[in-house]
């Protein structure tokens, strides 16, 4: 059974850069999209990227791009968030999750997700 564990948050000021990691474990982790998801405080949470097993193909969300990446490292069963020119509006609780089909990553509704990771950023 696949489990996520995120790591790396922390508090930084404004235009820092952090970089989160999820570590998948299970032996079908290689076979999961693999997602990032944030929910600051009071909103709903948000989709912020996705890397595609299958293909290698990524995608962020416009609130964000030019400024994160996702990749994945597969000999080492982690994905990573490189968050960069963060901004005191990226603060939030920051989420990996995944799926066999990345159609639910996309959609927010899949069922496996890690604990979280505070990220706050001061301006």
């Known amino acids: 059974q696949v489990q996520l564990v995120e790591s790396g948050g922390g508090l930084v000021q404004a235009g820092a850069s952090l970089r989160l990691s999820c570590a998948g474990s299970?032996?079908?982790?290689?076979?999961?999209?693999v997602g990032w998801f944030r929910q600051a405080p009071g909103k709903g949470r948000e989709f912020v990227a996705v890397?595609?097993?299958?293909?290698?193909?990524?995608q962020v969300a416009d609130s964000v791009k030019g400024r994160f990446s996702i990749s994945r490292d597969n000999a080492k069963n982690m994905v990573y968030l490189q968050m960069d020119s963060l901004k005191p509006e990226d603060t939030a609780v920051y989420y990996c999750?995944?799926?066999?089909?990345?159609?639910?990553?996309?959609?927010?509704?899949?069922?496996?997700w890690g604990q979280g990771t505070q990220v706050t950023v001061s301006s």
């Open positions: 890397h595609r097993w299958n293909d290698g193909n990524t």
């Open positions: 999750t995944a799926d066999l089909d990345v159609r639910p990553i996309l959609s927010g509704r899949t069922r496996l």
């Open positions: 299970g032996r079908t982790f290689s076979r999961h999209s």
